[in-house]
């Protein structure tokens, strides 16, 4: 059950990044996962979308050169 929570929290946090969601989704999330859920995944997506932007501009610049 438990990874099934965080597999949750990572889909509400990744919507919420794309600023894309439902209010019945929202209202589902804030009854089932708890606050250190959805901040723990929120780091964990943001680390990951600025390792994802690093990396690209790097092979970018690799590749131009």
Same mark, same amino acid.
């Given at each position: 059950?438990?990874?099934?929570?965080? %597999?949750?929290?990572?889909l509400a946090v990744f919507w919420s990044f794309l600023g894309v969601r439902k209010r019945r989704?929202?209202?589902s999330d804030a009854q089932d996962l708890t606050p250190a859920q959805v901040v723990i995944a929120g780091l964990i997506g943001? $680390?990951? @979308?600025? %390792?994802t932007i690093l990396l690209v501009v790097y092979l970018v610049l690799? @590749? $131009?050169k």
């Open positions: 059950m438990a990874e099934r929570s965080n %597999l949750k929290a990572a989704d929202y209202d943001g $680390v990951t @979308f600025i %390792l690799k @590749f $131009v």
